[in-house]
Nanobody, 119 residues
Framework: QVQLVESGGGLVQAGGSLRLSCAASGRTFGSYDMAWFRQAPGKEREFVAGIRRGGGRIYYVDSVKGRFTVSRDSAKNTLYLQMSSLKPEDTAVYYC????????????WGQGTQVTVSS
């Protein structure tokens, strides 16, 4: 099991930027595929971005392509989400998640960090 703690959320105006961080502890960070999800009020949780264990494969939901960048730093056991050109529809609680080796689902989750984009 890995423990995940997100930080970096806040209130920002439309067009602004934020960088989210997710600090991991416990099992070896390099054994996990990592991802960011978000959940807006009254909506289902959705996948935002993911990065494979080696960092070689990266995925984004279409609505954030070209605006968000996911990365990981194995030396710091940290996952990042750089968010730019933020829109009010990006407002949500953002969660960091981890999927261990060959497991099918993301089983370890952080507590979430609130991102609010004002128009």
């Amino acid at each position: 099991q890995v423990q995940l703690v997100e930080s970096g959320g806040g209130l920002v105006q439309a067009g602004g930027s934020l960088r989210l961080s997710c600090a991991a502890s416990g099992r070896t960070f390099g054994s996990y595929d990592m991802a960011w999800f978000r959940q807006a009020p009254g909506k289902e949780r959705e996948f935002v971005a993911g990065i494979r264990r080696g960092g070689g494969r990266i995925y984004y939901v279409d609505s954030v392509k070209g605006r968000f960048t996911v990365s990981r730093d194995s030396a710091k056991n940290t996952l990042y989400l750089q968010m730019s050109s933020l829109k009010p529809e990006d407002t949500a609680v953002y969660y960091c998640a981890a999927r261990y080796l060959t497991k099918a689902s993301y089983d370890d989750w952080g507590q979430g960090t609130q991102v609010t984009v004002s128009s």
